[in-house]
């Protein structure tokens, strides 16, 4: 049989998550242990059967627990332009938060 499932709009990206999932998603304002639940779940697989939103399933949300707040690996961008001395370097790291899947 296969695991409970729904796919969910979190910050503008789509997940597919089940029970007790960890995952790390953009930046998301809380401390540590809240719990957030998230009402935008786009299609949700139940004991095998499958429900589909139009955009949305209305009644269905996704409960999740912040684990902490991270930052990602430091990315480096180098600009240059040949023959004419000019270099540029710049770095950045992003915000993101690891979350955990309580109740679907």
């Known amino acids: ?17 089940s029970k007790s999932d960890k995952l790390e998603v953009e930046r998301i304002e809380g401390k540590e242990n809240d719990k957030l639940t998230f009402d935008e779940v786009l299609l949700t697989s139940k004991k095998g059967k499958v ?11 996704v409960e999740v627990k912040i684990i902490e707040q991270v930052k990602g690996k430091k990315i480096i961008t180098f600009k240059y332009k040949a023959k004419s001395r000019y270099r540029k370097t710049k770095g950045h790291r992003q915000q993101y938060t690891r979350i955990e899947i309580v109740k679907i």
Do not use: L, W
């Not at 049989?1 to 998550?17: C, L, N």
């Not at 949305?56 to 949300?61: H, L, P, Q, R, S």
């Open 1 to 17: 049989m296969d695991k409970d499932y729904a796919i969910v709009k979190i910050k503008g990206s789509q997940y597919k998550v």
């Open 51 to 61: 429900s589909i939103g139009t955009p949305t399933i209305k009644g269905e949300n």
